[in-house]
């Protein structure tokens, strides 16, 4: 009998539970559609040598990091200490998408705060970004070595996400 | 002598008219001109949720990307792309999420069916409900001696009341 009393409770326990759930997700972190796919190809000129040309066709065979970013991108330059961390680690090449940026203050941000990266391509108007669903710079793609991406991260990487999810799942891939 | 009196009107018109064409200039420069491709961008990005501000539509959104999104649209659409085909192309990039009507399959059945799951949980309950109380209420057919006892409780209301009455 007393057992029949306890049952809202036990509702209001569940709504509670799914309401911290609910609460204390990220709106901004959407399920990529992209993971388990093969990387979209492009072919973009590189951001320090304009008449070179990156794809990522030329990247198979090895594990890589594909980061976007912009020099108009706050969380960038927050971010980007630990892109410099973690190339001195040189676990992995890491490659730039420079993203709807203007060349020069493209490079004086990588001047001003280091380069990280193997090289960046410049993807002036963006319509790389769309083809690899970006919504928010910055965002940074583990690819493997057949080219299919394994793991997206959107906002700035931080130093712990660095070494609990994406240089062992580099390791992994190896 | 009727120009005259109207001028003002015509002139106000003018500006009026000038005004409106600024305010469509400032608008992202439409790639497509012809209002058909543009009513069919509206039509497919009102259904589409955008990813930056993501309580707005794509066709509403002033967002940087909105407005990539909807330049990459009107090329689809001047392809002479379907209206599925433009949808798999945003959802591909971006997951169900865009869509603001989510597709029916295994992962958004509890979506799409849960509220009549509960529904039809709360009628069973109910109903079971109901029958037990019905249950449980004492048979209300009266035995010869309670029709008595009924009878001497009224008889002896009735001339209670009749007493106080003369009082």
Redesign the interface.
């Known amino acids: 009998m007393k057992a029949k009393f306890l049952i809202p409770l036990l509702l209001f326990v569940i709504l509670v539970g799914f309401l911290a759930v609910g609460l204390n997700r990220d709106p901004h972190e959407v399920p990529s559609p992209l993971i388990g796919k093969q990387a979209p190809a492009f072919e973009l000129p590189q951001l320090a040598d304009p008449q070179k040309t990156f794809s990522p066709e030329s990247m198979k065979g090895k594990p890589w990091i594909l980061n976007v970013w912009a020099s108009w991108c706050v969380a960038c330059r927050e971010e980007h200490p630990v892109l410099v961390e973690l190339g001195k680690l040189k676990v992995a090449p890491i490659i730039g998408l420079d993203y709807k940026d203007k060349r020069d203050d493209a490079m004086a941000m990588l001047t001003r705060q280091g380069n990280p990266y193997d090289l960046s391509a410049f993807d002036a108007n963006g319509r790389v970004g769309i083809d690899y669903g970006v919504y928010g710079v910055p965002e940074t793609y583990v690819i493997d070595k057949a080219g299919v991406i394994r793991f997206k991260h959107i906002g700035p990487i931080t130093m712990d996400l660095l070494n609990k999810k994406i240089i062992p799942l580099l390791g992994e891939l190896k | 002598m009727i120009l005259k009196k109207f001028l003002p009107l015509i002139l106000s018109a003018i500006a009026l008219a000038c005004a409106m064409n600024i305010a469509s200039a400032k608008d992202a420069a439409p790639l497509a001109d012809d209002p058909v491709t543009e009513q069919r961008l509206i039509a497919i990005s009102e259904e589409m949720r955008c ?2 501000c ?1 309580n707005e539509s794509l066709a509403g959104s002033r967002s ?2 909105a407005n ?2 909807r330049r ?1 649209i009107r090329v689809l659409i001047v392809e002479g792309k379907t209206d599925e085909q433009i949808r798999n192309f945003m ?7 865009v869509l603001y009507r989510p597709p029916v399959k295994p992962i958004t059945w509890l979506l799409w069916i849960g509220p009549f799951v509960i529904l039809l949980a709360g009628i069973i309950g109910l109903m079971i409900y109901l029958r037990r109380r019905n249950q449980s209420v004492p048979s209300t057919t009266l035995s010869a001696e309670d029709n008595r006892r009924i009878d001497a409780l009224l008889q002896d209301a009735k001339s209670s009341s009749t007493e106080n009455a003369h009082d």
């Open positions: 990813l930056v993501q940087d990307l990539d999104l990459e959802v591909e990039r971006y997951g169900d999420f």
